[in-house]
């Protein structure tokens, strides 16, 4: 069946760089759209962005000049890395993948020194 | 950016009560090929958020036929016809007919 399990750091510095990785199974990579979404207590949820069934990519640009989503087909695992993070960066991060429906369980990553 | 406004930010209901949740769009959520594309979501406490509806309409499967969805254009609704207790969280409407996606601030469903 479908899973999708988040990866991360947890506890990140201010001006340093959040590595997230997604791992999936059930499904193929090349085969659908991958969505990452952040949930904060600020703004709630916000679309970060989204890499496509062949390989490209499409960002929210409240992130673009910050954010990257790469993905390792061989390996079914999906990429988010955002540089210059901020404490306001502090929240939950998703995958997803929305045409399927279904969303992974989230990472908690808190930005502080 | 398309703003997805949400009505009542929280709804205070009885089970077995009907509910209706509304979601306005401040653009058409009408895709040049015919779609609309808005959903609901539903995100119980400690929990990532489960899709409910999508297309405005369908139903998600596994997703009791208690919950139905309509409306166009800019003005949309989800109604639970009987609320049940599992139905507690925040509901949310989200939209990606335009870049950014965007999702509406939620509607809390709590008991009266």
């Known amino acids: 069946q479908v899973q999708l399990k988040e990866t991360g750091p947890g506890l990140v510095q201010p001006t340093q760089t959040l590595s997230i990785t997604c791992t999936v199974s059930?499904?193929?990579?090349?085969?659908?759209?991958m969505q990452w979404v952040r949930q904060t207590p600020g703004k709630g949820l916000e679309w970060m962005g989204f890499i496509r069934s062949g390989g490209s990519t499409e960002y929210n640009s409240e992130f673009k000049s910050r954010l990257s989503i790469s993905r390792d087909t061989s390996k079914n695992q999906v990429f988010l890395k955002m540089n210059s993070l901020k404490t306001e960066d502090t929240g939950v991060y998703y995958c997803?993948?929305?045409?399927?429906?279904?969303w992974g369980q989230g990472v908690m990553v808190t930005v502080s020194s | 950016d398309v703003v997805l406004t949400q009505t009542p930010p929280t709804l205070l209901a009885t089970i077995g009560q009907s509910v209706s949740i509304s979601c306005r769009s401040s653009?058409?959520?009408?895709?040049?090929?015919?779609?609309?594309?808005l959903n609901w979501l539903l995100q119980r406490t400690g929990q990532s958020p489960q899709p409910l509806i999508y297309l405005v309409s369908k139903l998600e499967s596994g997703v009791p036929n208690r919950f139905s969805g309509s409306g166009s254009g800019t003005d949309f609704t989800l109604k639970i016809s009987g609320v049940e207790a599992e139905d507690l969280g925040v509901y949310y409407c989200m939209q990606f007919t335009h870049y950014p996606n965007t999702f509406g601030a939620g509607t809390k469903l709590e008991l009266k």
């Open positions: 997803a993948l929305w045409e399927l429906g279904y």
């Open positions: 059930g499904f193929s990579l090349t085969s659908y759209y």
């Open positions: 653009q058409s959520l009408l895709h040049s090929n015919g779609n609309t594309y």
